[in-house]
């Protein structure tokens, strides 16, 4: 019996060393899957002919980020712009000029470790990021939260709903933005079948959405390849009221505002001056 005890020991350790190994390879690939910062910036808002203030402040933690502020002389809101996981701001300069033509005023920033803001991302970090991209808006550009409208692509979506939660803002938008990172490990992991608990990163954007207090606007493209659309409408149907629901057809994950044009910037308009339109919950343009 003794053998026994002493080999199931045995293979007890063996299985718990392995499964720690196990453990921390997910975490340093899945960190280096989700994170894509580029430092260099190859464009800035001149090179499309927009006037813009460089800005530089403080995270909570001591990191100095940097971003623009893109001011319209009439604007219909001002955007605080949230990018997604790969790149920097100067990657953003078209879709920044079709916001500017629009009607918005935008402020977009660098996560730590993107472009020219100091530190290493961490999903930890990013989540205070948002705060003080948020605070530096407000309190020292001096724009009135209830002027303002979160909009946040992709992985910039989770930051954009954690940044909103409680916050007295006009309205938020989440275009080709998942439920949660344990969502998107199931189909990037998918011929291992990882059990969720393995799983590190977090990114809860269904949770952070239930805390706020603005409208929703959640748009998707039907042809996204990398957050597949039914995620999309996951987030949608997770998140509480008020919120609509834009469908761009053929839309994939970076191009809706291509593919939806007009019809696009428009919704975004009525959104941002008006909120939610309570006779459709969910449109579709193409």
């Known amino acids: 019996m003794s053998a026994l005890i002493h080999i199931g ?20 690939y ?8 580029v430092r260099t910036i190859n464009q800035t808002p001149r090179d499309v002919g927009l006037q813009f203030e460089w800005r530089r402040f403080l995270t909570y933690d001591g990191h100095q980020l940097t971003g623009w502020w893109i001011p319209h002389p009439n604007p219909i809101a001002t955007l605080l712009n949230f990018h997604g996981n790969a790149g920097n701001i100067g990657d953003r300069i078209q879709f920044l000029a079709y916001l500017h033509e629009a009607g918005f005023s935008v402020f977009i920033f660098d996560y730590r470790g993107y472009g020219e803001s100091e530190g290493r991302p ?3 970090g ?9 605070e530096e808006l407000t309190i020292r550009i001096g724009v009135p939260p209830e002027q303002i409208v979160f909009f946040g692509r992709s992985m910039g979506g989770v930051i954009a709903a954690h ?20 969502d998107m490990a199931e189909i990037v992991f998918s011929p291992l079948r990882l059990p969720r608990w393995s799983i590190s990163v977090r990114l809860d954007t269904a949770a952070y959405l239930k805390l706020r207090q603005c409208p929703a ?8 390849d990398v957050v597949p659309y039914r995620l999309g409408r996951r987030l949608y149907e997770m998140a509480g009221p008020p919120k609509e629901f834009l469908s761009v057809e053929g839309g994939s994950h970076n191009d809706c505002y291509m593919v939806g044009t007009t019809a696009y910037l428009e919704k975004l308009r009525v959104f941002s001056a008006g909120a939610i339109d309570a006779d459709a919950t969910h449109k579709v343009i193409s």
Not at 163 to 182: C, D, K, M, N, Q
């Open 30 to 37: 899945e960190r280096r899957l989700v994170f894509f910062p």
């Open 217 to 224: 606007l959640i748009v998707h493209g039907t042809s996204d």
């Open 9 to 28: 020991i045995k293979l007890a350790v063996i299985v718990g060393a392995v499964a720690a190994v196990v453990k921390l390879y997910i975490v340093y």
């Open 126 to 134: 990013l989540l205070m990021d948002g705060d003080a991209a948020y």
């Open 122 to 124: 961490t999903e930890e």
């Open 163 to 182: 940044t909103a939660r409680g916050r007295p803002i006009h309205g938020i938008v989440l275009e080709g933005t998942f439920p949660s990172a344990l």
